[in-house]
């Protein structure tokens, strides 16, 4: 069985020259996975995340037929 190169927050921001809070907000975004209290990220989902074009939000565009989240008026 091949192990996986898994990273937590602290390594993911790390790795990725952000913020640790960058690397939560990644989670928004369908990446990593809890495990208990903490997040996990493989690196090849890391790199895909780096790789991802981004708009003037910094985020990576939603793919094609993914709804946008939606901002509930106050």
Request: proline residues 8%; hydrophobic residues 35%; glycine residues 10%.
């Amino acid at each position: 069985m091949a192990e996986l190169d898994l990273l937590t927050v602290t390594q993911a921001a790390e790795y990725l020259g952000v913020t640790r809070q960058s690397v939560h907000n990644m989670t928004k975004q369908g990446y990593g996975r809890r495990v208990g209290s903490m997040w996990l990220f493989t690196r090849e989902e890391v790199d895909r995340w780096k790789a991802a074009p981004r708009h003037a939000g910094g985020r990576p565009k939603p793919e094609a037929g993914t709804p946008s989240p939606t901002i509930p008026a106050s």
